[in-house]
């Protein structure tokens, strides 16, 4: 792969440094960003557990991808996907599909919603409807029990789980 070298930084990595600090500011930010947040608990046991772990990932992404584009690649050299193979309808919909859960999950539950979700994804992607549960059952089984029960995550109560 032929690498550029460029002498300046470009408008991507100003993007990902603005990012990072963004990150930096939501991670030091975090409890007061939370209601109700109670400082008695322990770290492990806190509702900023999952905010700060995923903000503190961004920080760090951030500034190494910083740190590595100070070298830029040829763009006719590169190893990126080729969109012309997407599919722009099948895309979309599981893009609704997905806002569709969003606001699925604060009125039925986060188990819940997630079953149906991947359920639907599933079949939207043209799985057997046994594949299908087979694979949205355990699997939103498994988020709930990471998010709910591990970190601690609060989304909040719904008419079902």
């Known amino acids: 792969m032929k690498r550029v070298l460029s002498g300046q930084m470009g408008w991507q990595r100003w993007f990902l440094l603005l990012l990072a600090l963004v990150a ?9 960003l939370i209601e109700p947040y109670t400082g008695q608990q322990p770290w492990y046991e806190s509702p ?8 503190a990932l961004a920080l760090l992404g951030g500034l190494g991808e910083c740190l590595l584009r100070r070298e830029a690649v040829d763009p006719s050299d590169s190893e990126e996907l080729d969109s012309s193979a997407a599919r722009m309808p099948l895309a979309l919909a599981m893009l609704a599909l997905f806002g569709v859960y969003m606001l699925a999950v604060p009125t039925l539950g986060y188990l819940s919603s997630s079953f149906l979700f ?18 949205a059952l355990p699997v939103s089984l498994g988020l709930w029990a990471v998010f709910v029960l591990a970190l601690k995550v609060s989304f909040g109560h719904g008419w079902l789980i």
């Open 24 to 32: 930096a500011g939501l991670l030091w930010g975090t409890p007061q």
């Open 48 to 55: 900023a557990l999952f905010p700060r772990l995923a903000l």
């Open 118 to 135: 991947l359920l639907a994804a599933s079949r939207l992607l043209a799985m057997g409807w046994r594949t299908a549960l087979l694979l």
